[in-house]
């Protein structure tokens, strides 16, 4: 059974760092896409990151302040945030590319991360 | 980037009649592999969002054949064909033809 489970959420000042992650079991991590996706608290869905072994996308509102990283020997997915702003709190979602690209298989059930003085 | 959009915005429902929801892209999403990326995903209440449909019309595992996904090029349909209870909830249509991916603005499905 595919599980994804993050953590790593909370509260942080703006301009904080947080550092999140996701835990995967029940498939062969290191052939997987993987993505953060966030949603702001009774807003939508907005993607925030992919990493392959060969590729990492990041969407506009994070690149050069967010970074996507992983460890297929730990099976994790990691997303390092820094100079944090209001805008991006939300629950923050792992989710996997599925074999023969399948974007967004599976998720994870998410990590809130809350930024505010 | 290319922008979703979503009709309608809601949509009250009856039980066992069947409710549709539009989705169009601002340019095509045919891939230069020839596959079409565009994804329905269901966010029941207080739960994370979940896969429906892929490659616009392939119903992904346990989903119940009563969802249903159709279109081509720039505009895809969802349809359930019978709505039960635990259908309420927002319905996202997705892209991933290329990135950025791309959500529209959900679609929220109530009795």
């Known amino acids: 059974e595919v599980q994804l489970v993050e953590s790593g959420g909370g509260l942080a000042q703006p301009g904080g760092s947080l550092r999140l992650s996701c835990t995967a079991s029940?498939?062969?991590?290191?052939?997987?896409?993987m993505n953060w996706v966030r949603q702001a608290p009774g807003k939508g869905l907005e993607w925030v990151a992919y990493?392959?072994?060969?590729?990492?996308y990041y969407a506009d509102s994070v690149r050069g302040r967010f970074t996507i990283s992983r460890d297929n020997a730990k099976n994790s997915l990691y997303l390092q945030m820094n100079s944090l702003r209001a805008e991006d709190t939300a629950v923050y979602y792992c989710?996997?590319?599925?074999?023969?690209?399948?974007?967004?298989?599976?998720w994870g059930q998410g990590t809130l991360v809350t930024v505010s003085s | 980037d290319i922008v979703m959009t979503q009709t309608p915005l809601s949509s009250p429902v009856t039980l066992g009649q069947p409710a549709s929801i539009s989705c169009r892209s601002s340019?095509?999403?045919?891939?230069?592999?020839?596959?079409?990326?565009l994804s329905w995903l269901q966010q029941r209440p207080g739960q994370p969002p979940r896969l429906l449909i892929y490659?616009?019309?392939n119903r992904f595992s346990g989903v119940p054949d009563r969802f249903s996904g159709s279109g081509a090029g720039t505009d895809f349909t969802l349809k359930i064909s019978r709505v039960e209870a635990e259908d309420v909830g927002v319905y996202y249509c997705?892209?991933?033809?290329?990135?950025?991916?791309?959500f529209g603005p959900g679609t929220k499905v109530d009795i």
């Open positions: 989710a996997r590319v599925g074999g023969g690209w399948l974007p967004l298989d599976y």
């Open positions: 029940g498939f062969t991590f290191s052939t997987h896409g």
């Open positions: 990493s392959s072994s060969s590729s990492i």
């Open positions: 340019q095509s999403l045919v891939h230069s592999d020839g596959n079409t990326y």
């Open positions: 490659k616009i019309s």
């Open positions: 997705m892209q991933a033809t290329q990135f950025p991916f791309t």
